[in-house]
């Protein structure tokens, strides 16, 4: 895919814009996020291909991707001590794969939400069976 022009990791990559790296290989750069919606120490980790979806990198680049966001979780580890480190990958905002590595503690936004869900799924039994195995049986045949 062709990148375009106002990407933004882009000219990270090719050190056309500011960043604060904290680590980088010969397929990807993770810097501090600069815009910290979950809390300090919250990173990005990219790829320096430039490929708007995860699924659509190749094996070989995906096990790269995973394999420096798997550093950075423990750099932060290292550095944070936290209870978790959580990771997700929205596919919003800026079209350039990114996966997010962030501090996680027991009782911070990623925590709650969970509990919350945990909670609300305890009072509201779900998807019944029969849904569950159709939906998986689509999946499955995909």
């Given at each position: 895919m062709a990148k375009p022009a106002e990407c933004v990791f882009c000219k990270i990559v090719e050190g056309k814009a500011e960043a604060r790296k904290i680590y980088e290989d010969e397929s990807n750069i993770a810097i501090l996020d600069v815009n910290?919606?979950?809390?300090?120490g919250q990173c990005l980790v990219i790829p320096k291909k430039h490929v708007e979806q995860f699924y659509e990198l190749d094996d070989e680049d995906l096990f790269k991707l995973f394999k420096a966001v798997k550093t950075v979780a423990l750099k932060i580890k290292k550095v944070y001590n936290p209870d978790f480190v959580a990771l997700f990958s929205r596919g919003m905002g800026i079209p350039h794969v990114h996966i997010f590595v962030v501090p996680s503690y027991r009782h911070d936004v990623f925590i709650t939400s969970y509990m919350l869900l945990t909670l609300q799924r305890r009072f509201d039994s779900?998807?019944?069976?029969?849904?569950?195995?159709?939906?998986?049986?689509?999946?499955?045949n995909a």
């Open positions: 910290p919606r979950f809390g300090e779900g998807i019944k069976p029969e849904k569950l195995d159709k939906i998986a049986e689509k999946l499955r």
